[in-house]
């Protein structure tokens, strides 16, 4: 089954590795959580834990209510950077350290606020740059939610090296 992506017009072009610049920072539009998204979140990954699925048992937690799968939180933050006028041509993850601080609750408003480091040529692979990307998952509060940095491997702009 094909998925057609929501239609999205975007100010500037994808970036090749050489176009970034250390120091760069973008802020991502923002995703509203709802029961609906957390509850297909479940359904996808399997993962049915009463106090992100069940609001009587959540109420019983420290959370005091249903709260969102950590690795949403994870999910929506690179989804969000996707979302971004700040985004690269298609290239390669080469992992992420991510931290999980404060809880995503139903009707919270989330932004991901990520910046540029760690730019350098790829030894391995010419034709490639490897770009540091810190990010931080940003609730309706300012609050930092989650953040972690996501490393990536991007093709270098053809001629250019």
Known sequence: MKITAPARHFETPEKYWDDAREGDVCLSPG???SEARINAYAEL???YTPVHIDEDYARSTPFGTRVAHGLF????ADGLK???EYRFVPGMSLGWTWDFLLPIRINDSLQVRFSVTGLRASRSRPGWGIVVL???LLNQHGQVVQKGEHRLMI???PGSF
């Open 73 to 76: 939180g994870l999910s929506i």
């Open 155 to 157: 093709p270098r702009r």
């Open 31 to 33: 995703y509203e959580v």
């Open 82 to 84: 996707t979302a971004s």
């Open 134 to 136: 810190p990010s931080e």
């Open 45 to 47: 990954s399997g993962d």
